[in-house]
């Protein structure tokens, strides 16, 4: 339910032109209600305006738009309207502008009776310095003509800070050569450079962003916006120009860097990881598809992993490590020793791990404190299978999600570790996806996913024996996507797994054949 405050908000805003009028009276307090009524209505011109007249020094969407006691609706877990997120940096825009024409203004007057900078004195009426928006979510892979994704959200913020830039260079050079005609002496630039609003986000650069995205990044010290990276993610980048984006990034800003389809191998990682010490605050460090392969390595291979593991060994704040679909078998106790901190978020999908790799994980530092794991494309249906029950056994007390899509398990090894499954009290996402699993096996699963007390979402295959006549055993994932399904017996399936749901008193239980992306992992506080 909205609150009284909330629907007088959403009627004030329904007028542009009485809003206008009366937002220079209104209390400072009200204005998140207003941002926040503006912004669910999609009233783009009232948004512009009360940005531009935004009586605090921080704008935060995470704080303004998560659910609160004047709003039920928590707007910040939706995708951002584009409207909306244009309407925001225009009143940031305006407000930079009018600010340095004001600036400007005074500057001049001063200037008739001194040519001293000390008396310069600039407008203190200043409130906005950081706009926050990194809370927002993106949209992911779904095409949506009125939302707006991160790598779109990162160029159309880049492109503001440099039109920005150039419009105060400009607007500089033309009151610098008025001033200096009539003083004959020409101002310190840099008065009016003081005035800075820091523009937080998360930054999606890709080959053809990383121009533009680089520029806003360089003129950040000299602009009066400047961009501020959290969380970085780089794709389809080379060693060279990650290295060029890194150089340009606040080391006391940035928590989180995923590059990803890089191909960067081990060379191409020695060259980046002497810049990741640098970033105190880092928290997460995302690196799949980097065409790491252990096993079969030169004598200059080992000597880059080595040094690879040296600067692990230098990142004190790190919980967050994805090393996925590289070939990492029996280093993984050398990877994971040297982290200072226990990690709570681990992805090692398609590293090819041995026994050893798993035994150490299971009795290692990090696995009473996992909140997500995901070991998807490892073999459990053999030698892993053991080490694995102890995995889920020690970190029963914290694990929150756990994928193991297509690990070849079957209902032999589906029946081992369930035992295990069962003792993870804080699960609330489990995908078994792509494995080649009976009728009879997910209804054991399910018989101990409706024990779990919080448990969320369960994807699982599509059972093996709900596919035509004929299918190989043990059935490959090709061979899944290559058999006809006998809908029918799914049907009857589907409506077996919905008894027990109904039984157990557990409906808020979502089961799904379907890759599941709709999972928030804000649940894991990593953060």
């Known amino acids: 339910m909205h609150s009284l405050v909330f629907f007088c908000a959403q009627k004030v805003i329904s007028d542009y032109a009485s809003t206008r009028k009366a937002l220079d009276y209104i209390p400072r307090e009200i204005y998140p209600v207003l941002f926040k009524a503006a912004f669910l209505d999609i009233r783009t011109l009232v948004l512009r305006d009360v940005v531009q007249r935004w009586p605090f020094g921080v704008l935060n969407f995470s704080t303004i738009l998560k659910k609160c006691k004047h709003c ?55 409130f906005l310095r950081v706009v926050d928006l990194t809370g927002l979510q993106d949209d992911g892979d779904r095409q949506d003509a009125d939302t707006i994704g991160q790598w779109s959200r990162t ?48 930054l999606f650069i890709t080959s053809n962003s990383y121009t533009t995205v680089k520029d806003a990044l360089q003129i950040g010290k000299s602009s009066p916006l400047c961009l501020k990276c ?6 389809e980048l080379s060693a060279k120009k990650t290295v060029s984006i890194l150089e340009l990034l606040d080391p006391v800003v940035l928590r989180k860097i995923e590059l990803r389809y890089n191909n960067l191998g081990l060379t191409g990682l020695n060259t980046l990881f002497p810049y990741f010490p640098l970033f105190g605050n880092l928290s997460s460090l995302r690196l799949p598809y980097s065409n790491i392969d252990v096993r079969h390595m030169t004598p200059e291979m080992e000597e880059s992993f080595q040094s690879m593991v040296s600067m692990l060994g230098q990142l004190p704040n790190v919980k967050e490590l994805n090393l996925a679909s590289s070939r990492l078998s029996g280093r993984i106790r050398e990877l994971l020793n040297v982290l200072q901190k226990s990690l709570e978020s681990l992805e090692l999908a398609y590293c090819y791990l041995l026994p050893a790799d798993a035994t150490y ?128 017996k799914l049907g009857r399936v589907d409506a077996e797994l919905n008894e027990i749901r109904l039984k157990a008193v557990r409906t808020d239980i979502l089961t799904t054949v379907e890759l599941y992306n709709d999972f928030s992992l804000d649940i894991l506080q990593l953060y």
């Open 230 to 235: 959290r969380d970085l993610r780089a794709e």
């Open 361 to 488: 994980l299971a009795n290692s530092h990090h696995a009473p404190y996992l909140k997500k794991l995901d070991l998807s494309g490892n073999n459990l249906s053999d030698v892993l299978l053991g080490p694995f029950c102890q995995i889920l056994q020690h970190s029963s007390t914290s694990l929150v999600y756990l994928d193991i899509m297509e690990c070849r398990v079957m209902d032999r090894q589906l029946t081992t570790f369930l035992p295990a499954l069962g003792l993870c009290s804080q699960l609330q996402y489990f995908s078994c996806f792509c494995n080649p699993i009976s009728s009879q096996g997910l209804k054991a699963l399910l018989h101990t996913a409706v024990q779990l007390p919080v448990l969320k979402v369960v994807v699982h295959p599509i059972p093996v024996d709900c596919y035509e006549e004929g299918l190989p055993w043990p059935p490959s994932t090709y061979d899944l996507i290559d058999y006809s399904i006998d809908q029918e």
């Open 155 to 202: 160029v159309a913020l880049a492109k503001a800070c440099i039109d920005i830039s150039r419009t105060s260079r400009r607007d500089e050079y033309s009151s610098s050569k008025r001033r200096k005609s009539r003083s004959g002496t020409a101002l310190d630039a840099n008065c009016e450079n003081q005035l800075c609003v820091e523009l937080h986000a998360n």
């Open 72 to 126: 039920d609706r928590d707007v910040i877990r939706e995708k951002p309207n584009k409207q909306c997120l244009q309407a925001v940096i225009m009143g940031v825009k305006d407000y930079l502008l009018n600010e340095l024409r004001q600036n400007r203004s005074a500057s001049n007057r001063k200037t008739k009776a001194s040519t001293s900078q000390d008396s310069i004195k600039l407008r203190k009426h200043r």
